[in-house]
């Protein structure tokens, strides 16, 4: 399983594509100083607002693309075929692929916090807990959304499992929203699509937490947060699980 990580991760880091992800990565994030020179006391607000949003979209980014392409291309050279003819069990191959591309995601997320963080300082902004807690809150999204990929990869296409997997990455934002909605507007048949949303799909909402890093004047529930990232955790495992079962049964002839 690790093994099969660390080539995985060697692998998609020497992606050209990876590279460019990452440059215009870190350029816009380095925008967010243009932003801070304009801004009319709202400099902080405007840097960590858009320097997260920056560090999230990047990483669906990084991770749609390498992830929807990630078994295919396994199936389309052969070379799982060499992979699963030595001592290895199918779901330690599809377990090592998951934290391959976890650590590569990891690592570019690291890298642009760091960069982040570093122009606030730069910029004498105060670094809350806040903020730290919203990166991994991020990365944590990020995980379940290669687990997401890698769930549709193992019985689609490539691009019906990248087109999928974003669906249920936007869905998974609109859970919360739509019961509020419900509740303001006294519509049931709203609050119950919330609910099923928030049933089904992982609940990408809750983890969205760029708002409370930016407006103090939100309060912020450590125990909701908790309860989010546990729950965040349960369903990737369950991804992983379903993901291993479909892959067990698979039959590499026909593909």
Not at 76 to 94: A, D, G, V
Not at 169 to 184: E, F, K, P, Q, V
């Amino acid at each position: 399983m690790f093994p099969i990580a660390i080539n995985s991760f060697r692998e998609f880091i020497r992606n050209k594509i990876l590279s460019l992800i990452t440059f215009f990565a870190l350029l816009l994030i380095g925008f967010s100083l243009f932003l801070a020179s304009i801004s009319m006391g709202e400099s902080t607000r405007l840097v960590v607002d858009f320097g997260l949003q920056m560090i999230e979209l990047f990483g669906v980014l990084t991770v749609a693309f390498l992830g929807s392409q990630m078994l295919f291309r396994e199936l389309e050279w052969r070379t799982i075929y060499l992979i699963l003819s030595k001592p290895i069990e199918r779901h330690e191959f599809l377990i090592g692929k998951f934290l391959g591309l976890a650590m590569v995601m990891l690592l570019l997320v690291g890298i642009e916090s760091i960069a982040l963080l570093a122009i606030m300082a730069m910029k004498g902004m105060i670094i809350s807990p806040l903020i730290l807690l919203s990166l991994l809150t991020i990365s944590i999204k990020l995980l379940i959304l290669i687990g997401v990929i890698i769930f549709f990869s193992t019985f689609t296409a490539p691009l019906i499992a990248l087109s999928s997997s974003v669906a249920v990455y936007l869905i998974g934002h609109t859970g919360s929203d739509l019961i509020t909605m419900g509740l303001r507007t006294g519509n049931n048949l709203i609050i119950a699509m919330g609910r099923f949303i928030e049933v089904v799909f992982p609940n990408m909402e809750a983890l969205s937490l760029p708002k409370y890093a930016i407006n103090s004047s939100v309060v912020l529930s450590s125990t909701n947060v908790m309860i989010a990232i546990g729950i965040a955790l349960a369903y990737i495992t369950i991804l992983l699980i379903s993901a291993s079962w479909i892959f067990n049964r698979k039959n590499f002839e026909r593909f």
